[in-house]
């Protein structure tokens, strides 16, 4: 049987020793020295002046005085006398606040260093191959050390994830990060299966999407949304009652000419201008309002569109023209949009293009007359004819028409079928009179007949 332990070298009590409490009371002597081992100081080389009992050093290489002869030892005082023991490696001492730890050849003071590398970690739970960190606790706090503080959350690839996972019972509701690529991305779930993202920013230009729609209960506000009703900043939201007309050019003054002044634009834009006094299309007078779109294109191309400001019952001057605009002087013919102010009253043309209304109605004592835009003319007239009378009868149309019409004198009543009516075109031009007569079939009882004259052809 050995004499002492193999690790702390104990001694033990050997069958046939007399006073056997010598042995016992220097095993448990040893023990209270190495057990919870605590030293004043580590490589030390000198002993020191005062000492407690059970205080020990850690010997340096070369000690001297009372502890000469014996280097890297564990020096301990007790009763009265230093006692030395040869630590193994492994073995672990406190120096105040610092842990040391007997390598063979130093007591090394363990760092942060020793927490590296390690498989995982659990706080108040454990932790498994996926989660290393495990956390259970009412909240974590993540602080500064004086300035500020990131959170880092880094992955080997573009399509990998680097995200913040949020779940309920474990099971996802929100996710937050670069999820399987490089834009960033906040998705949500009800179940933990489907996802819908509700936003989404591009990492190669930051524009921010919201693949699902917005509802924003709130009023906008800031620089986002437009500051007044003539702003026409690009990419603002427009405000209700503001109308993004861009701000009107000081050279539309009351003289301005539609077709030479919004050449001298430099701002371009929606913008307005009123009492306009030349320029404008036949059939606009003075004082109208142009809405004028000028945009910075090839050729400064645009638009502008006419509003007469006539009258509300008359219509005089009441309507809408438009036409392509261009700063090289090309511009495109005034396109009138018909209305209700307009589509009645005076029909014109100039080189046989329309340019006033759509329908002219008339009459006078030869009869009624309708003009139509595109130059067919009608002209009719009720005369109650005396069947005595055979001579020729002359009718003078209402208006005049430019080419030779088309006529035709029927009777009406119920003894117009025993009546016979034609005519013919008198003199050497069609705006002169017609002329028609009649001629019996048979003996009719009545005095009068009513003959109807149709005359149709172009006006020009």
């Known amino acids: 049987m050995p004499d002492q332990s193999a690790r702390l070298g104990l001694p033990y009590i050997q069958p046939t020793q007399a006073q056997k409490h010598v042995t016992h009371n220097l095993s ?82 363990q760092t942060i260093s020793a927490l590296n590398n390690m498989t995982g970690l659990g706080v108040n739970t454990s932790f498994d191959a996926t989660n290393r960190l495990a956390v259970a606790s009412d909240a974590s706090l993540l602080s500064h050390l004086g300035a500020g503080h990131q959170l880092k959350v880094n992955k080997s690839a573009p399509d990998q994830t680097a995200s913040l996972l949020f779940q309920t019972g474990f099971s996802g509701r929100a996710e937050m990060g670069t999820a399987g690529e490089e834009d960033f991305s906040i998705k949500v779930s009800a179940d933990g299966i489907t996802w819908n993202d509700g936003l989404r920013v591009a990492s190669a230009s930051g524009l921010v999407t919201l693949p699902n729609g917005a509802q924003i209960d709130g009023t906008v506000t800031g620089s986002a949304v437009t500051q007044g009703a003539d702003d026409n900043t690009v990419g603002r939201l427009l405000q209700v009652g503001d109308f993004g007309l861009g701000r009107s050019e000081g050279i539309f003054s009351a003289s301005a000419n539609l077709a030479t002044d919004f050449r001298a634009a430099t701002v371009f834009g929606l913008q307005t201008v009123s009492d306009a006094n030349a320029g404008f299309p036949t059939g606009f007078a003075g004082n109208t309002a142009a809405l004028v779109v000028l945009r910075a294109a090839s050729g400064n191309r645009g638009v502008q569109v006419l509003h007469g400001l006539g009258s509300p019952t008359t219509g005089s001057d009441a309507g809408l023209a438009i036409r392509a605009f261009r700063n090289d002087g090309s511009d495109g013919a005034w396109q009138i949009v018909y209305n209700t102010h307009n589509i009645l009253g005076v029909v014109s043309q100039t080189a046989g293009v329309p340019t006033g209304a759509l329908v002219e109605r008339g009459s006078n004592a030869n009869g009624s007359y309708v003009r ?33 019409p088309v006529a035709a004198f029927a009777g009406v009543g119920t003894d117009a079928a025993a009546l016979e009516a034609w005519g013919q075109n008198g003199g050497t031009g069609w705006a002169e009179p017609g002329e028609w007569h009649t001629r019996h079939l048979a003996v009719l009882p009545a005095a009068t007949i009513t003959v109807q004259l149709t005359a149709t052809g172009r006006w020009f």
Request: hydrophobic share 45%; net charge negative.
């Open 28 to 109: 448990i002597e040893r023990l209270d020295l190495l057990v919870q081992l605590v030293v004043q100081g580590v490589d030390a080389n000198i002993p020191p002046g005062v000492t407690q009992d059970g205080q020990i050093w850690a010997t340096g290489p070369a000690p001297s005085g009372a502890w000469a002869g014996h280097p890297n030892k564990l020096a301990a005082w007790v009763n009265n006398g230093w006692d030395f023991v040869t630590p193994d490696v492994g073995w672990r001492a406190t120096l105040g606040s610092e842990l040391r730890i007997w390598d063979g050849n130093t007591w090394a003071l």
């Open 372 to 404: 139509f835009a595109d130059g067919t003319q009608i002209c009719t007239r009720s005369v109650s004819h005396d069947l005595s009378n055979l001579d020729t009868q002359i009718w003078a149309y209402p208006v005049a028409f430019a080419d030779t």
